[in-house]
């Protein structure tokens, strides 16, 4: 039996780059045979088993056939006679195609440290084109490691299109895809993760309500980028400036949905695109499966985001309307959120990098003083429902009609 660490933790130990998790192969042995060592077993398409101690994988080193369309369709063969080669091989890309045993030593058939030294994602082998999860690893990883100058190698870019050419991506399942797009949304630039599956033609079959934003124009005076679909991968980089929250960073890629459902002898006007998203997050969010408090937090940030960009328009009355409509008392922390998405929104155009954001600062000054409003004297007069929210509305209303706004 010979155990190897293996797939990332090889990776980003050679790139000095932070990691948790770490993966281990075991060679030469049987499943009887871990078993008998206390490990226990978790695989249920192959042998895979927690270390009693640690809790890390260990897996059985396993090749793969083909038998059937999408990353289930395979035959798993694991054997004391599979080679630490043979694993490796059948891992998407060379990078990931390293082991490290016991002394140190660096295993590398597949030339992954060259790869890393000249920042090239490239898969290891034509395997790679039977499973479609891998389009959206390669783009993940693109994500992860922009900031560093990685590029897709052409060919790998040239196989990941054959793919979605031959309908493999169809074969993906809604869990998967949302799994791997929420772990991008948390890498340093997830826009990465976005413009390589649009690069390839993934990103219309994966999530076409975004791609569709592409070549949509908006008008010139507002948004000096024009296209939407531009102005929207914007957004999502100024997103990642103010928030590490992956849900904040999801409601900014989801604000101008609603863009994509104006009839194009309307364009570049985009009239009451903000509630016309609201439908298409719902589908993309049910679709998916997002978590419902991804879905909220979008639905909210497209439905109420102009009103932000109109702040020193609205009258007293509509800015509680608002706040109301944000349930900015009774969840702050959503409405701080909604506020980060809307920041990146109005900084995401060419030229408003660093513009200010008084807009913002107007309704947090209004949401602390309604939040902050002594309602004792109203509340204490037991007047009936409909009576007492009258009153509390017209306190709230008082308290607002004395914000100031900026000269």
Same mark, same amino acid.
């Given at each position: 039996?010979?155990?190897?660490?293996?797939?990332?933790?090889?990776?980003?130990?050679?790139?000095?780059?932070?990691?948790?998790?770490?993966?281990?192969?075991?060679?030469?042995?049987?499943?009887?045979?871990?078993?008998?060592?206390?490990?226990?077993?978790?695989?249920?398409?192959?042998?895979?088993?927690?270390?009693?101690?640690?809790?890390?994988?260990?897996?059985?080193?396993?090749?793969?056939?083909?038998?059937?369309?999408?990353?289930?369709?395979?035959?798993?063969?694991?054997?004391?006679?599979?080679?630490?080669?043979?694993?490796?091989?059948?891992?998407?890309?060379?990078?990931?195609?390293?082991?490290?045993?016991?002394?140190?030593?660096?295993?590398?058939?597949?030339?992954?440290?060259?790869?890393?030294?000249?920042?090239?994602?490239?898969?290891?082998?034509?395997?790679?084109?039977?499973?479609?999860?891998?389009?959206?690893?390669?783009?993940?990883?693109?994500?992860?490691?922009?900031?560093?100058?990685?590029?897709?190698?052409?060919?790998?870019?040239?196989?990941?299109?054959?793919?979605?050419?031959?309908?493999?991506?169809?074969?993906?399942?809604?869990?998967?895809?949302?799994?791997?797009?929420?772990?991008?949304?948390?890498?340093?630039?997830?826009?990465?993760?976005?413009?390589?599956?649009?690069?390839?033609?993934?990103?219309?079959?994966?999530?076409?309500?975004?791609?569709?934003?592409?070549?949509?124009?908006?008008?010139?005076?507002?948004?000096?980028?024009?296209?939407?679909?531009?102005?929207?991968?914007?957004?999502?980089?100024?997103?990642?400036?103010?928030?590490?929250?992956?849900?904040?960073?999801?409601?900014?890629?989801?604000?101008?949905?609603?863009?994509?459902?104006?009839?194009?002898?309307?364009?570049?006007?985009?009239?009451?695109?903000?509630?016309?998203?609201?439908?298409?997050?719902?589908?993309?969010?049910?679709?998916?499966?997002?978590?419902?408090?991804?879905?909220?937090?979008?639905?909210?940030?497209?439905?109420?985001?102009?009103?932000?960009?109109?702040?020193?328009?609205?009258? $007293?009355?509509?800015? =509680?309307?608002?706040? #109301?409509?944000?349930? *900015? /008392? +009774? %969840?702050?922390?959503?409405?701080?959120?909604?506020?980060?998405?809307?920041?990146?929104?109005?900084?995401?155009?060419?030229?408003?990098?660093?513009?200010?954001?008084?807009?913002?600062?107007?309704?947090?000054?209004?949401?602390?003083?309604?939040?902050?409003?002594?309602?004792?004297?109203? $509340?204490?007069?037991? =007047?009936?429902?409909? #009576?007492?929210?009258? *009153? /509390? +509305? %017209?306190?709230?209303?008082?308290?607002?009609?004395?914000?100031?706004?900026?000269?």
């Amino acid at each position: 039996m010979q155990i190897y660490l293996v797939g990332g933790a090889v990776r980003d130990q050679l790139l000095n780059f932070p990691f948790q998790e770490k993966d281990w192969v075991v060679v030469g042995a049987t499943p009887e045979q871990m078993l008998q060592q206390n490990f226990n077993p978790v695989g249920k398409d192959f042998p895979v088993f927690l270390h009693p101690d640690t809790k890390e994988e260990y897996a059985l080193a396993r090749t793969e056939r083909k038998t059937a369309p999408g990353y289930k369709g395979f035959d798993i063969f694991a054997s004391p006679d599979v080679s630490l080669e043979d694993d490796l091989l059948r891992r998407d890309l060379t990078i990931n195609a390293m082991a490290q045993d016991k002394d140190g030593n660096i295993i590398d058939p597949y030339h992954g440290q060259k790869d890393l030294e000249n920042k090239i994602l490239r898969h290891v082998s034509d395997a790679f084109n039977e499973d479609p999860v891998r389009i959206l690893r390669v783009a993940r990883f693109a994500a992860r490691y922009h900031h560093l100058g990685f590029t897709i190698a052409d060919e790998t870019m040239q196989l990941m299109q054959s793919m979605v050419n031959n309908h493999e991506v169809d074969a993906l399942v809604s869990e998967r895809v949302w799994q791997e797009m929420h772990k991008a949304l948390g890498e340093k630039d997830p826009q990465v993760f976005f413009e390589t599956l649009r690069q390839c033609d993934a990103l219309k079959c994966i999530f076409p309500e975004l791609d569709i934003l592409f070549g949509i124009p908006q008008p010139e005076k507002y948004h000096p980028e024009i296209d939407t679909g531009i102005h929207t991968m914007m957004v999502l980089q100024q997103a990642c400036l103010l928030s590490d929250d992956p849900k904040v960073r999801f409601a900014a890629l989801c604000h101008d949905l609603g863009k994509g459902k104006t009839p194009e002898d309307k364009w570049p006007s985009h009239h009451r695109h903000e509630q016309l998203g609201i439908p298409v997050i719902k589908k993309v969010c049910q679709r998916l499966r997002a978590p419902n408090d991804y879905r909220d937090l979008a639905v909210i940030t497209s439905d109420m985001h102009l009103h932000i960009h109109r702040a020193f328009e609205l009258k $007293t009355e509509t800015l =509680l309307n608002a706040l #109301e409509r944000l349930d *900015a /008392i +009774r %969840k702050p922390q959503r409405f701080e959120e909604f506020l980060i998405a809307c920041i990146a929104d109005i900084r995401g155009r060419t030229g408003y990098e660093n513009c200010e954001l008084s807009q913002v600062d107007h309704f947090r000054k209004a949401q602390k003083i309604i939040a902050n409003l002594d309602l004792s004297d109203i $509340t204490q007069q037991n =007047l009936p429902g409909p #009576e007492m929210a009258n *009153a /509390i +509305r %017209k306190a709230r209303i008082q308290a607002l009609s004395d914000l100031k706004q900026p000269n």
